[in-house]
Each structure stands twice: as structure tokens, then as C-alpha cells.
């Protein structure tokens, strides 16, 4: 009894700490743990925390080397996982696509050459390539199409006398996931999903501070015509808060910037989502295409907006461009849970394996490997890729049973050196500091409003790898009281010693 009321001392004061305070949870006694039933008690304790007497834990603990559970707690039961969704996304990508698979996107012309006169239309046909960004040049987002350029320049391209159409037809259009909320509509981490996507599907907005009492000074990257920002945001005073948002109208372009940023202080970047990806592509494009000296006497403009059919078969295949491999790409996804990546790759798969890019075709797949691994998914809902609905539910087990398939695959490497790593990069970060859980846990974070999850993999005081999944649903405390007694298990776990 003396211990457990140590223990639950303990998790109190650690669970009123700030989010402003360092979580030094390097001073957390070292427990001499014996045995796995010690472990479960000690828990026990953790989960008994009262700041969620209101809410629901969900837990699951396994050796990866016994396959013995070490703690359960509702192992069954549903949660919404928010971003844990992901490892789903990304073990499925990995296992039907490849670790070296590579988007593809194919450039055509159509009509004939007239000696540097192409007497036809460009086609850019995509097929759901997130990357075509700056994301992997060097934050140089217009880089690819600059190289196109090049390239076209190279055949002996100069002159258009023709349109740049974008053909995103290998995907739906159906740009956002079901059950998202309205008013995320206008955030980055809501991007509408494409065939054809450029820059996140995003416009890169710089707000620096003006004179106090005017309004700020706003530059927009890539410069375009193809928004219009709208400028609201008030220079105030040194005593005053910096606190700039966005909004796009619904079914527009029209970016409002408003807030205030505070005289004196450097730059900051927010963005802004895009109606119509396609567009936004070809618009660029042709704007690069024209900045490089190339001229085009047409439009850009979505392929289906044109009467004439295309006939790829007549057509004339200029180039293919590739992105980086898939290993690559899933670092960005579940490192940075990057909801934009885990769309086009949950749509990828849908078209690479059912002939078509839409979430309900990929989910198919998915649900179908999942059934081949042993999670029957009669008893889950997955609607979307990234799990910033909230309609997606699984269980604790079924994660902890995926990861523990994912640790004995021949695409377990990569799926590992994707996720975060506790106290150095990604969404961990800034947990687990300055403890011996610190660049050992790999863990996929979540969070949506109500939700925190944390699932991924650790190593015992015995060097033992061990598989978890921690879910907690709809709770009201701040958010850090999640974090403290997840990292607080984390802990325990990387010093458990039973040899």
C-alpha cells in the first residue's frame, strides 16, 4: 500500500507540470522491477491517474521476443487513434508498394514539332506524387518545374502555341477525407488531396511586422496570381502578442491573413491551403515554363475542362519524372505526420493495386493485408489515411499485433527509421529528454481534439524490444497531462529489467 501511494504521489506531481516547464522525468525513481506483475501494478497506477477519471485509456504492451503482454488495459476496445492512423498507412504502403517504389508523373505533347515550335497542347499527367515540393530540394518548391523546363528546352522546345493541361484522372476528386471538419478546411494539415499536387497543395505566406499601427508587410511563395490574399494583419506594440491566422473561403482562392504580429520581430511563415490542386499546378507550371523563356500562346487549364478527348495512344511521351523512393517519403509521413503524404500514398495504393486512386479503394487493400497479417477488420473503421477523422477507430491490440508483424518483415527497417525518435527528431522531439527512454523509443504520436495516442516500439533495461500502443479518448485536461504519463510508461519500459 506505502508503494502505491508513492507511486500515485508521484504521478500527480508530474501531471500538473506546464507545458512552459522542462518534464524532468529523468528524476522518476529507477525501480528494481522483477518481475512482469510488478510492471503491470506499477501501470496500473499510472493509468489510475484522476485528471482522467473522465475519459478511457486504451493499452497494449508486448515483448517482441516472448510475445508476452507485459500490461492491457480496454486492449479491445475501439479508440479513435488520430495520426496512429498512419502506421497503418505507412506498414500497408511498405508491404503492396515497395520501400523503393517511386511516384511517377508523365509529361506529353501533343500535335507536331515545327522546328523549336511545339504546335500542340503540354500534358502533365499525374499520378499522385506528393513531393513535387521543395520538401526534397532544398526548400526550393519551383526546382522541379524549372527542370522540366530544362528538359523541354533540351528536346528543342521553345515555343507553345497550345495549352498546359493537367490530367489528375488516376485519382477522384474527392479532395478531402470523410468526417474532417468544416473549419479545417483552410490549414495546412487539411490539404486537399490530388493526382496532380504541388507544394503540400499549399501557399507559403510571410508575415513580417510594419510600422506600429500598420498593417503587416505579407510576400506569398510561389509568387501567384492564382490567390489573392487578402491582407488584415495590425503592427502592435512590444508589450503585445504576435498571433497571425489564416482563412480561405470556402470553394475559393480568396486568403484572408489577419492577427497581429508584433513590431519588432522576425518573419514567420503560416499557410494556406488551395482550392483545385490541379489548377494550382498548371498555373504554376506555366508561369515557370514562361519565366524560363519558354512561350505558351494557350491556357493551363484541368484536362477535363476541354471539350476533345485525349488519346494517349497518338500522343507523344516527352519524359517521366520520379520521385524520391518510398522509404523516403514515409519518414516525412510519420516523422513530421505529415496528414498530406499519408493521403496521396493511401490513394496511391488504391490505384497501383485496384486501378484506381480513391481512399475507399485503398482502404480495400489495406483492410485486406491487414486480414492477411491476423487483425480482423470487421472490427475497426478506417475512412482516411492520415486519421484526422473521427470516424477512423482500432483497437490498442490491433496496433500492437501490426507492430509486431511490421518487426519481423523484410520492410521492418524502413518502416522503423521512419517513426520519431524519443528526445531527438520529428513529433518526439521534445519528449522523453534527458532519460534512458531518450533515442531509444520509436513512436508514432496522434492528436486530435479529445485524443492522444502514442504507439511504436522500445528496448527494456534488458535490451528486450517491445511493441505499444497507448490511446487516450475523449478527455478535457490539457493535453501535456496525456504526454506526462505516456513518456512516464516509456520510461518505466526503457528501465524494466526482469533478467
Not at 508523365?106 to 504546335?119: M, Q
Not at 489564416?246 to 518573419?267: H, K, L, Y
Not at 479503394?361 to 485486406?368: C, Y
Not at 517513426?419 to 520529428?426: E, F, I, M, Q, S
Amino acid at each position: 500500500m506505502l508503494k502505491r501511494i508513492k507511486i500515485c504521489a508521484l504521478i500527480l506531481c508530474v501531471s500538473t507540470l506546464t507545458l512552459a516547464q522542462e518534464v524532468r522525468l529523468d528524476t522518476v525513481p529507477k525501480y528494481s522491477i522483477t518481475t512482469v506483475t510488478e510492471f503491470a501494478e506499477q501501470i496500473e497506477d499510472i493509468f489510475d491517474d484522476p485528471n482522467f477519471n473522465n475519459a478511457n485509456w486504451g493499452v497494449s504492451i508486448q515483448s517482441l521476443v516472448t510475445g508476452e503482454y507485459f500490461y492491457k488495459k480496454n486492449e479491445n476496445k475501439l479508440f479513435m487513434p488520430a495520426s496512429n492512423q498512419k502506421l497503418v498507412t505507412s506498414a500497408v504502403g511498405l508491404l503492396t508498394l515497395g520501400p523503393m517504389y517511386r511516384f511517377k508523373t508523365e509529361i506529353y505533347s501533343t500535335g507536331a514539332l515545327d522546328g523549336s515550335i511545339l504546335n500542340g497542347d503540354l500534358i502533365i499527367r499525374g499520378f499522385g506524387d506528393p513531393t513535387i515540393s521543395g520538401r526534397f530540394n532544398n526548400d526550393d518548391m519551383t526546382k522541379i518545374f524549372r527542370d522540366w523546363a530544362d528538359t523541354l528546352l533540351t528536346l528543342g522546345i521553345d515555343e507553345i502555341h497550345g495549352n498546359i493541361l493537367g490530367d489528375d484522372n488516376a485519382f477522384d476528386d474527392v479532395s478531402l477525407g470523410e468526417g474532417w471538419a468544416w473549419d479545417y478546411e483552410s490549414d495546412w494539415f487539411a490539404a486537399p488531396s490530388g493526382a496532380l499536387s504541388f507544394n503540400d497543395n499549399c501557399i507559403d505566406i510571410i508575415v513580417k511586422p510594419g510600422r506600429r499601427g500598420e498593417l503587416g508587410l505579407l510576400t506569398i511563395s510561389p509568387e501567384s496570381k492564382y490567390a489573392i490574399i487578402l491582407n488584415k494583419v495590425t503592427t502592435v506594440g512590444k508589450d503585445s502578442a504576435t498571433n497571425v491566422k489564416i482563412f480561405r473561403e470556402r470553394g475559393t482562392n480568396i486568403i484572408s491573413v489577419f492577427g497581429s504580429i508584433r513590431e519588432g520581430d522576425d518573419s514567420l511563415k503560416v499557410y494556406a491551403t488551395i482550392n483545385n490542386p490541379t489548377q494550382y499546378f498548371v498555373v504554376t507550371l506555366k508561369d515557370i515554363l514562361e519565366q524560363k523563356g519558354i512561350t505558351v500562346s494557350g491556357f493551363a487549364s484541368d484536362i477535363d475542362d476541354i471539350t476533345r478527348v485525349t488519346d494517349y495512344t497518338s500522343a507523344k511521351l516527352q519524359f517521366t519524372h520520379h520521385s524520391v523512393f518510398l522509404k523516403d517519403i514515409i519518414k516525412v509521413l510519420n516523422k513530421n505526420s505529415q496528414n498530406f503524404y499519408a493521403e496521396q500514398l493511401l490513394k496511391t495504393i488504391g490505384y497501383e493495386k485496384k486501378g484506381y486512386g480513391s481512399a475507399a479503394r485503398g482502404i480495400e487493400v489495406v483492410k485486406s493485408t491487414l486480414n492477411d497479417i491476423g487483425i480482423n477488420t470487421d472490427n475497426m473503421e478506417m475512412v482516411d489515411g492520415s486519421g484526422l477523422s473521427r470516424l477512423n477507430l482500432i483497437s490498442p491490440i490491433q496496433i500492437t499485433v501490426l507492430l509486431n508483424y511490421m518487426y519481423k518483415s523484410e520492410v521492418f527497417t524502413y518502416y522503423y527509421n521512419s517513426l520519431p525518435v524519443g528526445g531527438v527528431d520529428g513529433t518526439m522531439a521534445n519528449r522523453v529528454r534527458k532519460t534512458r527512454a531518450q533515442n531509444n523509443v520509436r513512436a508514432k504520436t496522434g492528436y486530435i481534439n479529445g485524443v492522444r495516442s502514442i504507439s511504436g516500439y522500445i528496448f527494456t533495461g534488458d535490451k528486450e524490444p517491445v511493441a505499444f500502443s497507448m490511446i487516450a479518448n475523449n478527455f478535457t485536461v490539457p493535453v501535456v497531462l496525456a504526454d506526462n504519463l505516456q513518456d512516464l510508461v516509456c520510461i518505466r519500459l526503457a528501465n524494466f529489467k526482469r533478467k
